[in-house]
Nanobody, 125 residues
């Protein structure tokens, strides 16, 4: 059974940076796309970005140019580097892995099979 564990959340001032980590186990990491989603209070979960098995990335428009996703295959870990943070970035951030098999990147949460427990990111103004 795949397991994803996020870490790195916290409180940061607007304009600051945070790096989230997501350690994976129980899956063939090299064949899975990994995505990041977030959910703010009272809002639906939304796509942040994803990276596929070959390193291709896609981002939501709201974070493009500020957030970077990268993965370390040896550590089976995917990272979300968040720069120039804004108060509207405040949310619980989740990492997720798709259904494997070197599928195409997707922003649809329904195409992600395994989810982490989430980590809180709070950006103060």
């Amino acid at each position: 059974q795949a397991q994803l564990v996020e870490s790195g959340g916290g409180l940061v001032q607007a304009g600051g940076s945070l790096r989230l980590s997501c350690a994976a186990s129980g899956l063939t990491f090299s064949t899975y796309a990994m995505g990041w989603f977030r959910q703010a209070p009272g809002k639906e979960r939304e796509f942040v970005g994803a990276i596929n098995w070959s390193g291709i990335r896609t981002y939501a428009d709201s974070v493009k140019g500020r957030f970077i996703i990268f993965r370390d295959a040896a550590k089976m870990t995917v990272y979300l580097q968040m720069n120039s943070l804004k108060p509207e970035d405040t949310a619980v951030y989740y990492c997720a892995s798709d259904k494997g098999g070197r599928r195409s990147l997707t922003e649809s949460s329904s195409e992600y099979a395994f989810w982490g427990q989430g980590t809180q990111v709070t950006v103060s103004s």
